[in-house]
């Protein structure tokens, strides 16, 4: 693996130690205001599945007391995002062009999972699947999107 195929990867993902020496996921599509805002923390990152939580606080809740859906469409599209910048070329960056969302149950606290896989990776576009669960397992929604692979333009090289 050349030194330009490192730099690329490093700044699309990686693992790193905390104090705690416990591992966390870093990654372009984290540093965005949507994710930070949200609270969404990665927990694995691999070329074929992302793992990530998101605490649920008052912000993310709807009059009903459940997550509002806006926000569990927001968490996917996080996660399915971080699955797509890892799997890009070198040069490259990405976005969501599409999404649809199915509703099976009621998001709930205090944290809900998402794990995304892909279901397509090619020259021009990847396709996620996110499937949102209630920390009991429960499923919330599964979340389908499709991100564009375009050639980067100066700084976002790297990101959505």
């Known amino acids: 693996m050349g030194s330009r195929t490192k730099g ?29 805002a949200l609270g969404v923390r990665l927990t694995s990152l691999t070329k074929k599945k992302v793992v990530a939580e998101m605490a649920i606080t008052p912000m993310h809740m709807n009059r009903s007391h459940r997550v509002n859906g806006g926000a569990i469409m927001a968490f996917a599209d996080v996660v399915g995002a971080a699955g797509a910048v890892f799997n890009l070329p070198p040069g490259h960056r990405s976005g969501t062009i599409e999404s649809k969302t199915n509703f099976f149950g009621a998001g709930m606290g205090p944290t809900l999972k998402a794990v995304s896989i892909p279901l397509h990776i090619g020259r021009t ?23 564009i692979v375009i050639p980067a333009k100066g700084d976002a090289a790297n990101g959505e």
């Open 8 to 36: 690329a990867r490093k700044a699309q993902g990686r693992v790193r130690k905390t104090k705690t020496g416990t591992a966390a996921v870093d990654s372009p599509v984290m540093q965005g205001g949507m994710a930070r």
């Open 125 to 147: 576009t990847s396709v996620w699947q996110t499937t949102i669960t209630n920390a009991d397992g429960r499923q919330v929604a599964i979340v389908t999107q499709t991100q």
